[in-house]
């Protein structure tokens, strides 16, 4: 697991989450006492349908120092593993606080070669939470073995969670900057038809309000040499739109591609609107994954002067199952404080500090709130800097959370700054 452990000495959070889970949720704040409350190890006692190791191995408690020596002092790690059509899953530790929950797993192919460095947890739930997300942080080619880490959001505090892996997706590859034999300027006038909205399986852009119209089933096989497994069906203007149908594998919800038009200069025009639905043999709208419509606005543009390209998401093993694990969880408790500071739209009223982050309470509207940095200083000098942002706001009630990229030793706290406001904690 040598280089399983190298890949984890630096594990960043995704720097696009607050985008993955940021959504409205209804939950009842809750008071503490404003006291230090030096954080409970996390212990975690398996079910009895789980294989488990009565010792904890040399290469599961380097695997823990290596992802940090602060999860390990804080955590006791697991040995839980589900095998499922030669897949192992193993549950490695896992942490949780008032809003969220981080569980860290390895998976690995003990027959074939089905996990690698492109693995991706496609299908999966967790016990916890009503957002999730899911991302490999690591892999060690020689045992086949991936490390992931899965975080949830938005659940209140339960001590049994439960989680299960569906389907996962490895093998992939990014086509880039692909283009086709196709000149925009040849593109003609096409009315367009309404979609029944029982056929559409889902939608991205700008948001769209109303009926939905795609171009009618096209007869054109237009496709690129690298990749064969698409063809552009049909494309048309209407309205000073540019409408672009596509048709994937039957039933296809996994390889897809991302559309656009560009000009000698490098600059870009997205789709404004992009929906996902099927066809049948005869072209009638039904309710599948084999057809895409990109629609592009072109009302101010020269379409001679631009060329449509793609950027296609491919994977070669796409692989079902059944690998779920429950356990025990305790919840790692924290620190309140009074925080008032004013953010214009919305205003902090309270300062929650958990081993997992900062979570800051508020009333007003932080819908457009992207960025909030909160500078930690230990009493031995050091620093570390909180950025990855996640918001729970429903409705007028603010709730942000800062996470921590290793876990906050709370004792350990000297001060606290965000966005150049010191927070007094006593």
Do not use: C
Request: aromatic residues 8%.
């Amino acid at each position: 697991m040598d280089k399983l452990k190298e890949s984890v000495q630096s594990i960043p959070l995704p720097q696009d989450l607050h985008k993955r889970v940021k959504m409205g949720v209804s939950q009842v704040k809750k008071k503490r006492k404003k006291t230090w409350l030096i954080p409970s190890v996390a212990t975690v006692f398996l079910a009895s349908s789980i294989t488990v190791g009565a010792a904890m191995n040399d290469d599961v408690k380097n695997l823990l120092w290596q992802i940090s020596p602060e999860i390990a002092v804080l955590l006791q790690p697991i040995e839980s593993t589900v095998e499922h059509e030669g897949i192992k899953m193993e549950i490695v530790s896992a942490m949780q606080d008032e809003d969220m929950a981080v569980v860290y797993v390895t998976m690995q192919d003990v027959e074939g070669n089905r996990i690698d460095e492109t693995l991706d947890i496609y299908d999966y739930h967790m016990s916890k939470g009503r957002s999730f997300t899911a991302e490999r942080i690591g892999f060690d080619p020689t045992t086949k073995t991936a490390l992931v880490r899965f975080m949830s959001f938005n659940g209140n505090s339960i001590d049994k969670f439960k989680l299960n892996i569906r389907s996962f997706l490895s093998d992939k590859s990014v086509l880039e900057n692909v283009t086709f034999p196709l000149d925009l300027q040849d593109v003609e006038k096409q009315q367009i038809e309404l979609l029944p909205d029982d056929t559409i399986r889902g939608s991205g852009g700008a948001s769209s309000e109303g009926d939905v119209y795609v171009l009618p089933a096209g007869n054109l096989n237009i496709q690129t040499q690298l990749y064969d497994r698409m063809r552009i069906t049909n494309i048309g203007l209407h309205n000073d739109k540019l409408y672009v149908q596509t048709e994937w594998p039957a039933n296809n919800a996994i390889e897809h591609g991302e559309f656009y038009l560009v000009n000698p200069a490098g600059q870009k025009i997205l789709p404004t609107v992009s929906y996902s639905y099927g066809r049948d043999e005869q072209g009638k709208p039904i309710y599948a994954y084999n057809y895409e419509e990109n629609i592009f606005n072109v009302k101010d543009i020269n379409i001679s002067e631009y060329e449509l390209q793609a950027k296609i998401y491919t994977a070669g093993q796409y692989m079902e199952g059944d690998w779920e694990a429950s356990f025990k969880l305790e919840e790692m408790k924290g620190q309140s404080v009074p925080f008032a500071m004013d953010f214009g739209d919305w205003v902090a009223k309270e300062l929650k500090i958990s081993p997992l982050g900062l979570t800051i309470l508020g009333k007003g509207d932080a819908t457009e709130t992207e960025e909030l940095t909160a500078t930690i200083v230990l009493k031995d000098g050091s620093h570390k800097e909180l950025t990855s942002l996640v918001s729970f706001t429903d409705k007028n009630q603010v709730k942000l959370k800062l996470l921590s990229e290793e876990p906050l030793e709370l004792e350990q706290i000297k001060s606290i700054t965000i966005n150049g406001f010191e927070v007094n904690l006593y």
